[in-house]
């Protein structure tokens, strides 16, 4: 382990990025304070987040909910940097309201907790490709500069307005509310994140990600043309951007754009275990259009991908197989 670095607070940390992000900051140093949802009949196993190395000493738990922003204010206190990974995660569709209002009020109200501790000197929010996916341009490439306009994906008719809609609204709200309070606010922007996990459920990004393997059809429309990075330089980067003092705005943190045809043969030559479908096969699926992600500033400022294609495969595979979900 680093030499102690400070105090830091961490949303959501039961979660796939947010447990990856505790373990990684315990890891560099930091004494970490993390928030998961209230479970008042303790049925919750959040073993993996306490059998961390260093956690006994260096980890703290606290329950909070975004539905009472208030209640992150004694994980916030008294620290000097705030990962915000938390956000609503209903099971279904639900009304688009409901959760942007959920997500944007929880956020502003931890945003609010970090200028009133006096202490925290930068937020990392994690934010979404989804704020820049779909912004009716028909760019191949997309950068910073670009934002969704949700609108323009309601009028796709696809699945997942209401997360879409939510996570650009919160960005949006959350740059916004530091420009105007003098709060350092990074954003980052990831596409598909993949690799191994530590929680006990199945990450919907791996499901997706799996869906050849795990025979789920319906899915290959969404893996047409994908993003995707490990989910360890993601969090990587978040650690990167709090500690580089010339971080400013948004990032994007996407490795590389890959085919469903493309996937299909990476699979059948590593799992030749598995009924993968054919390229050939494939070739035949529609989905949407979807553009590239530029990750051009977050490279000029220094940072480095560490991990491709197959490091996401085979971390997600074997969590997949430890975990008793292949």
């Known amino acids: 382990m680093d030499e102690e670095k400070g105090l830091v ?18 890891q560099h140093g930091y004494t970490v304070r993390t928030t998961v949802r209230p479970d008042p009949e303790c049925k919750r196993d959040i073993s993996y987040l ?66 009133n501790s006096k202490t925290v000197k930068r937020v990392v929010y994690t934010s979404s490709a989804s704020t820049i996916s779909h912004s009716g341009t028909n760019k191949d490439m997309v950068d910073e500069s670009t934002w969704t306009d949700v609108e323009f994906h309601r009028s796709l008719k696809v699945y997942g307005t209401s997360y879409v809609a939510a996570k650009t609204k919160t960005e949006q709200a959350a740059l916004e509310f530091g420009e105007n309070n003098g709060l350092e606010i990074v954003t980052l922007i990831p596409p598909l994140v993949i690799g191994g996990f530590l929680c006990k459920t199945l990450p919907s990004s791996i499901s997706l990600f799996l869906c050849m393997i795990l025979g789920n059809e319906h899915n290959y429309e969404y893996l047409k043309n994908k993003s995707m990075v490990h989910v360890d330089d993601l969090v990587s980067a978040h650690i990167f951007l709090f500690e580089n003092p010339n971080a400013k705005g948004r990032y994007i943190c996407s490795l590389a754009q890959v085919s469903l045809e493309d996937m299909s043969r990476f699979l059948t030559a590593k799992y030749p275990e598995y009924q993968i479908p054919t390229a050939d096969s494939l070739k035949g699926i529609e989905g949407h259009k979807t553009c590239g992600y530029s990750s051009e500033k977050l490279l000029k400022s220094g940072f480095k991908f560490k991990h491709g294609l197959e490091d996401m495969f085979e971390g997600a595979v074997q969590s997949c197989r430890e975990k008793g979900f292949l």
Do not use: Y
């Open 50 to 115: 306490t059998s961390l190395p260093g956690a006994s000493e260096k980890l703290h738990i606290f329950s909070a909910d975004l539905d009472q922003p208030e209640s992150f204010n004694a994980a916030i206190e008294g620290c000097i940097g705030v990962f915000h990974v938390a956000h609503p995660n209903p099971l279904k569709e639900q009304d688009e309201e409901i959760v942007t209002k959920k997500s944007v009020e929880g956020t502003l109200g931890i945003l609010r907790a970090c200028l």
């Open 9 to 26: 607070c961490v949303t959501g940390g039961a979660g796939f990025i947010g447990s990856w992000l505790v373990m990684k900051l315990l």
